[in-house]
C-alpha cells in the first residue's frame, strides 16, 4: 500500500518562500511520476507541476511558472516543491500525488496515489 505525507505548510506573507515535501512509503516511487495538486476553497483541484520518475521533465502550471520548482530524491522516496513569491491566490490545500508510468502528465485522473494535503495560506 502506498501512503503519500506531505508537510511543510503554514501561513506565509505575500512574497513569502516555502517548500513543501511528500514523502512516500509502501514502495519505491524511483519508476513514477511525481507531481503536485492544489485545491482552493470553492474551486475544482488543479494541476500544479509534475516531475517524470528521474527528474528529467518537469511541466508547470501557467500560474506558477517561474516561481515554483518541482524535484524529487528518489534516494529519500521523496519530492519537494519549492514555492517563492507566493500570492494570495496560492491559498489553497496542496496534494502530492503518484502514478505508475514514468511520465509526467497533468491529468488528475492518471494519478493513481494520492496524499491527504497540506494547507498553504498566504496572507495579503
Known amino acids: 500500500q502506498v501512503q503519500l505525507v506531505e508537510s511543510g505548510g503554514g501561513l506565509l506573507p505575500t512574497g513569502g518562500s516555502r517548500r513543501l515535501s511528500c514523502v512516500a512509503s509502501g514502495r519505491t516511487m524511483s519508476s513514477y511520476a511525481m507531481g503536485w495538486f492544489r485545491q482552493a476553497p470553492g474551486k475544482e483541484r488543479e494541476f500544479v507541476a509534475a516531475?517524470?520518475?528521474?527528474?528529467?521533465?518537469?511541466d508547470y502550471a501557467d500560474s506558477v511558472k517561474g516561481r515554483f520548482t518541482i524535484s524529487r530524491a528518489n534516494a529519500k522516496n521523496t519530492q519537494y516543491l519549492q514555492m517563492n513569491s507566493l500570492k494570495p491566490e496560492d491559498t489553497a490545500v496542496y496534494f502530492c500525488?503518484?502514478?505508475?508510468?514514468?511520465?509526467?502528465?497533468?491529468?488528475?485522473?492518471?494519478?493513481?496515489?494520492w496524499g491527504q494535503g497540506t494547507q498553504v495560506t498566504v496572507s495579503s
Open positions: 516531475i517524470a520518475w528521474n527528474g528529467d521533465t518537469t
Open positions: 500525488t503518484a502514478r505508475r508510468n514514468r511520465a509526467p502528465i497533468r491529468m488528475e485522473s492518471e494519478y493513481e496515489y
